[in-house]
């Protein structure tokens, strides 16, 4: 993939916006306390597009959401010593950390599509709520929280309907 820093699992993540612009976070299972968008790895030979689309649905259940626009670079952050030995054993790598290519979708139906446990995929999240940006970026674990900064204040133009088209 085009941009991918070498030594960072490729990965997508959503910033999910509702009609208000609140941003749809979850606490992970393993990790009570920590808030996150969605995110997930990309398959290979999977555009980060459609490995979007299949993470969304995978943990949270929603289909009913239009990519609006998407941060033009790979982010990275590294994992914490105790982070990278459990995922590399799981993921079977050797990785420094994540690049994330970032998408920002809009809700376009209610939220009662919303299901963590949908069977798609193993469930990830406890429970979910709507939050504002700035109190996104306060509940990111600190390894995540530069991202957060980053994901928000690029994509914090176009939650308000500025047009965008494909890439920015």
Request: charged residues 25%.
């Amino acid at each position: 993939m085009e941009g991918l820093p070498s030594g960072y699992r490729p990965n997508v993540g959503i910033c999910l916006i509702n009609s208000e612009n609140q941003v749809f976070v979850a606490s992970r299972l393993n990790l009570p306390g920590a808030w996150q968008m969605p995110q997930g790895g990309i398959e290979d030979g999977e555009e980060p597009r459609s490995a979007a689309r299949r993470q969304l649905q995978e943990e949270t259940g929603i289909v009913s959401a239009e990519i609006i626009a998407e941060v033009p670079d790979w982010l990275t952050y590294d994992f914490p010593p105790a982070v990278k030995a459990k995922v590399n054993r799981l993921w079977g790598g050797e990785w420094h950390g994540q690049a994330t290519k970032w998408f920002l979708m809009r809700l376009t139906k209610d939220d009662s599509e919303v299901n963590l446990d949908s069977g798609a995929a193993d469930h990830e999240f406890s429970e979910w709520t709507w939050a504002d940006p700035e109190e996104v970026i306060e509940q990111a674990v600190d390894y995540k929280r530069p991202t957060y900064e980053e994901v928000i204040g690029t994509l914090m133009p176009y939650f308000n309907g500025k047009e965008a088209s494909g890439k920015m």
